[in-house]
T-cell receptor, first 111, second 113 residues
Framework: GENVEQHPSTLSVQEGDSAVIKCTYS??????FPWYKQELGKGPQLIIDIRSNVGEKKDQRIAVTLNKTAKHFSLHITETQPEDSAVYFC??????????FGQGTELSVKP | ETGVTQSPTHLIKTRGQQVTLRCSSQSGHNTVSWYQQALGQGPQFIFQYYREEENGRGNFPPRFSGLQFPNYSSELNVNALELDDSALYLC????????????FGPGTRLTVL
């Protein structure tokens, strides 16, 4: 079935440390994998995405890796700052234009 | 460039009533998707509209329906509201349907009493 598993559900790091969030998807036809950041009371904000023809993508402190064979993709945030604190969601594209989301990771960056 | 906007921000209804939520897509975006986000969960896909027609649908009953207008704005209608319909309803627009990139609005918080 269509499923995206995301881990961990909560993550607490010290300012300046790195944070890694991992996702696994079920549908081998998925070819687009976005990551969203959602702050309290706001809609999800697209922060980075990767397509199936690429293994890694980086944007300043944020990077995403994709292993199509294992159906895994991960978000890496380096040099974390308190403003990185939020809930992060991974997603995978499915037929019909839908995105299937993971359960979310609540990241807390302690100053 | 104006992002995705949604109205109203908050809404309180009673069980059995009907509700209409509205979404204006980002400038230049022709595809609109609707999602339901229960507290503490990831968004769940309801449906997508492209060229004023439903392009795909998630696992939601027919009492969830939608419209897309020629200016690409959209409405989500929910009939016979149930307590479990209480959630944040998110609209997302896409510049090109095929590339799957979706940009979300702030959402409408619906409470059903």
């Amino acid at each position: 079935g269509e499923n995206v598993e995301q881990h961990p559900s909560t993550l607490s790091v010290q300012e300046g440390d790195s944070a890694v969030i991992k996702c696994t998807y079920s549908d081998s036809a998925s070819n687009y994998f976005p990551w969203y950041k959602q702050e309290l009371g706001k809609g999800p904000q697209l922060i980075i995405d990767i397509r199936s023809n690429v293994g890694e993508k980086k944007d300043q402190r944020i990077a995403v890796t994709l292993n199509k064979t294992a159906k895994h993709f991960s978000l890496h945030i380096t040099e974390t700052q308190p403003e990185d604190s939020a809930v992060y969601f991974c997603a995978a594209s499915m037929q019909g234009g839908k995105l299937i989301f993971g359960q979310g990771t609540e990241l807390s960056v302690k100053p | 460039e104006t992002g995705v906007t949604q109205s109203p921000t908050h809404l309180i209804k009673t069980r059995g009533q009907q509700v209409t939520l509205r979404c204006s897509s980002q400038s230049g975006h022709n595809t609109v998707s609707w999602y339901q986000q229960a507290l503490g969960q990831g968004p769940q896909f309801i449906f997508q509209y492209y060229r004023e027609e439903e392009n795909g649908r998630g696992n939601f009953p027919p009492r969830f329906s939608g419209l897309q207008f020629p200016n690409y704005s959209s409405e989500l209608n929910v009939n016979a509201l149930e307590l479990d319909d209480s959630a944040l309803y998110l609209c997302a627009s896409s510049p090109v349907r095929q590339n799957n990139e979706q940009f979300f609005g702030p959402g409408t918080r619906l409470t059903v009493l």
